[in-house]
T-cell receptor
Framework: DAKTTQPPSMDCAEGRAANLPCNHS???????VYWYRQIHSQGPQYIIH???NNETNEMASLIITEDRKSSTLILPHATLRDTAVYYC?????????????FGKGTKLSVKP | DGGITQSPKYLFRKEGQNVTLSCEQN?????MYWYRQDPGQGLRLIYY???????QKGDIAEGYSVSREKKESFPLTVTSAQKNPTAFYLC????????????FGEGSWLTVV
């Protein structure tokens, strides 16, 4: 699986949109982009994933560039409870053996 | 509710003792995984299983053992051979197919005293 690059930390004002970037320049055609988040001492929580089209669900939106080398996770109205470490990873279509390279992610701090 | 249940949440172990962490899922997932997470670090794969009665070593399997006798259960034993067992342990499961979204349990903290 390809490796991803994320900024180590970001701040966001409560109620504003949080835009978290991720670079995955070596992604291959059969790899999905996944986003998880982890609150301290809890298991990672699945947020959203996509292949090449933009995706939206009740938690967030995922914008993937046309060349698929980067993506942005958007939390439209951040709340204090969104403070967490956010991980961007790539997973092969139908073949993950669970060897997920989570890296250190982006620590998002939502401030009042 | 469907999900992945890990127990215990917190466990203390004396050096030289084996300890088993439980992981149960009712999501009907075929694949299950065990990860280790050290403070401020990413996840490292210990073992994974894609089907009952079969499992494979991950990147850091030394000092650990697993079994997969039932689809729902994937217990992890941390043996006395594991030199630095104090860590946060995460169990996960997924379907086999496109996307392969992996879902995680709440984790178990193991401290060796």
């Amino acid at each position: 699986d390809a490796k991803t690059t994320q900024p180590p930390s970001m701040d966001c004002a409560e109620g504003r949109a949080a835009n978290l970037p991720c670079n995955h320049s070596t992604i291959s055609g059969n790899e999905y982009v996944y986003w998880y988040r982890q609150i301290h001492s809890q298991g990672p929580q699945y947020i959203i994933h996509g292949l090449k089209n933009n995706e939206t669900n009740e938690m967030a939106s995922l914008i993937i560039t046309e060349d698929r080398k980067s993506s942005t996770l958007i939390l439209p109205h951040a709340t204090l409870r969104d403070t967490a470490v956010y991980y961007c990873i790539v997973i092969s279509y139908g073949g993950s053996q669970g060897n997920l390279i989570f890296g250190k992610g982006t620590k998002l701090s939502v401030k009042p | 509710d469907g999900g992945i249940t890990q127990s215990p949440k917190y466990l203390f172990r004396k050096e030289g003792q084996n300890v088993t962490l439980s992981c149960e899922q009712n999501l009907n997932h075929d694949a299950m995984y065990w990860y280790r997470q050290d403070p401020g670090q990413g996840l490292r794969l210990i073992y994974y299983s894609q089907i009952v009665n079969d499992f494979q070593k991950g990147d850091i399997a030394e000092g650990y053992s697993v079994s997969r006798e039932k689809k729902e259960s994937f217990p992890l034993t941390v043996t006395s051979a594991q030199k630095n067992p104090t860590a946060f342990y995460l169990c996960a499961s997924s379907t086999q197919g496109s996307g392969n979204t992996i879902y995680f349990g709440e984790g178990s903290w193991l401290t060796v005293v």
